[in-house]
């Protein structure tokens, strides 16, 4: 396993037919998640596209995550939190700002990316909506109301995806304190 | 007040401190629509920066559509309608072909948009999740299942938006048959 340190980020290259291990070794940790065509980084996760064709937006095992052209990219095929977000952004300089007024702002999940990618030729304006595994965003169905609570993944919880296309993966260890519990801890991850 | 006739699309200019009107003159039609920033179209409208800042998916009267950048772009002023949708992306060609396997496979409000807003320099890839207008997609809470309903929109609803910037704003009559009701109508506008 590799280890992405508390609030950081790396990227890879991911190809077809390979699996994509996220794993939690400590619990209530946060892992953002986006995805590219690693031959047109155009081509990106997309969370609307994969609302439309799975029809739902709480994915688990046996969904797909879907591009903006409608391609399949990724294919869960081990899940055993079984609760993660499709729904939020990766947290940045400016949801910093706007949550937590009284802390240091930090470059967040989004910096982190932005730094990752760049090599790959992936401009900042170019990540996408994340998806977000282990994050814990309940809604009500009723009001639409939603709420950012403690991940309720335990130690050693793992997200195994497969890869349907070759990808360039942007992965982190998330940085807001809400999504995590309050405390910021590492994410294993391994290629296979 | 300008017509978009069924299953077609436009594309106009929204100075900032101007409102749009997207009224449904018949009732239970969706339109579409996307923003941009028109100093620059990399700022994109964004689901996920809004449900972060707003902290509901559904979206109305008083609530704020963001980019992501983490700008306001557009603010709702007027809502009769309160019933709309930021989940789902654009219908096209892949979403007849999946979605309606028997019936004619059309461009969509994914394609009259890529059509309208080529002349500002927008690709197709840059299209993101829109804002669906009278679309009515409820949420199961608890198991996160969405379904697209027939919209509750009633001929004369509307929705009022003020813009917080200037912007290229995309916006159609829907071209799908469930998010419609089944029958295509057309959506009236006025920049005011």
Known sequence: MNRIEPRSGVALKLAKGQKLTVCDPMGQQVSDLVAYNADDVREVISNGRTFDYEETIQLGWGN??????SNPMLTIVTDTAQRHDFLLTPCCEETFRHFYPDKPVHRGCFGNLAEALEPYGIEPESIPTAFNIFMNVPVDGKSGLLAVKPPTSKPG?????????????????????????GSFKPIDYEVS
């Not at 797909?64 to 052209?69: A, K, V």
């Not at 919880?157 to 519990?181: P, Q």
Request: hydrophobic share 40%; with cysteine; charged share 30%.
């Open 157 to 181: 919880d793992k997200l195994e995806l497969r890869a349907e296309m070759d990808l360039v993966i942007g992965l982190t260890a998330c940085s807001a304190y809400d999504s995590n519990g």
């Open 64 to 69: 797909r995550l879907w591009s903006n052209r």
